[in-house]
Structures are given as C-alpha cells and as structure tokens.
Nanobody, 125 residues
Framework: QVQLVESGGDSVRPGGSLRLSCTAS??????????MAWFRQAPGKEREIVAG??????MTYYSDSVQGRFTVSRVKNTVYLQMNSLKPEDTGIYYC??????????????????WGQGTQVTVST
C-alpha cells in the first residue's frame, strides 16, 4: 500500500504564491509510481488536471490555464507544486495523484490509481 498526503493549502490574495507538497509513503519500494500529478476541483466543476510529471524525470505537463505560473517538481518521494501569480479562478481543492501504469493521458483522471485526500486553496481578496 502507498499513501499520498498533501499539504500546503491556504488562503491567499490574488497575485500571491503557495507551494503544495505531496509525499508518498508506505510500500514505495515495491509499488513503482510512474507518473505523479496535481488535479484540482472547484465547487460545481469537474476535477481537472493542473500539472504532472513522470518519475523518470523526462517530461512535465501543464494545463493551459497554469502554464508559466505553476511549476511541478519532485524530490525523492515528494512532489511539489509551486504556484505563483495566483488568480481567483485557481481556487479549489487540489489533489495529488499517482499512476503505476506505463503510460497515462494527463487529462483522464481515471488513469491515476492513487489519490490523496486533497488540500484547499482559496484565492480571494
């Protein structure tokens, strides 16, 4: 079993920054996580991909809405999401996700088989 635990959510003003963390713990030596990603879900909306990376360090993915403002990175079993120039539309619950598959379609949440509990990000005046 592998668990994903997020932290770092908070309330900030527009233009501010936050860094989210997601740590994978448990049987990480046996269960290989090939891809890790951040999704978010705003009230009344579907869950959407924000950013992701492959654990081999070969690629990153960003949605159009966060490209240039957010940066995803990884150190050992922790994935980070650095969020700069935050906007009110970035408000939502941010979920860390991981896949053990050999490939994923980033925009398809069902391709990720491990999920964290989520952390709330609120951007408002």
């Amino acid at each position: 079993q592998v668990q994903l635990v997020e932290s770092g959510g908070d309330s900030v003003r527009p233009g501010g920054s936050l860094r989210l963390s997601c740590t994978a713990s448990g049987d990480t030596d046996t269960l290989i996580l090939s891809y890790m990603a951040w999704f978010r879900q705003a009230p009344g909306k579907e869950r959407e991909i924000v950013a992701g990376l492959d654990t081999a360090g070969l690629m990153t993915y960003y949605s159009d809405s966060v490209q240039g403002r957010f940066t995803v990175s990884r150190v050992k079993n922790t994935v980070y999401l650095q969020m700069n120039s935050l906007k009110p539309e970035d408000t939502g619950i941010y979920y860390c996700a991981a896949s053990t598959s050999s490939w994923v379609v980033w925009t398809v949440a069902s391709h990720f088989d491990l999920w964290g509990q989520g952390t709330q990000v609120t951007v408002s005046t």
